[in-house]
């Protein structure tokens, strides 16, 4: 993070008003909107959810991992990964 001289940014009248309750010290100030978490803005997080769950429920319904490994074009240790995650 890049520190920004306040008296090079912040107009006077403000720059006193922050003075008064914190001088000389260093102060952050947050974002103002929040950061998205990964896959929300472009569905991936939904695709991958939805094909994990998929990959379990062909599992534990009798396909073997090889088959799903196929079907997925995955490898068989993301296929196991997948299938025993704890979630």
């Given amino acids: 993070m890049k520190y920004k001289n306040a008296a090079e940014i912040l107009p006077p009248g403000l720059l006193r008003e922050i003075q008064y309750y914190i001088e000389g010290e260093l102060l952050y100030i947050p974002k103002t909107e929040s950061k998205q978490k990964w896959g929300a ?46 979630k």
């Fill in 41 to 86: 803005v472009s569905g991936s997080k939904k695709f991958y959810s939805e094909r994990n769950s998929r990959i379990k429920e062909l599992f534990y319904g009798g396909m073997s991992v090889e088959e799903l490994a196929k079907k997925f074009g995955l490898s068989g240790s993301t296929i196991k990964k997948i299938i025993y995650q704890k």
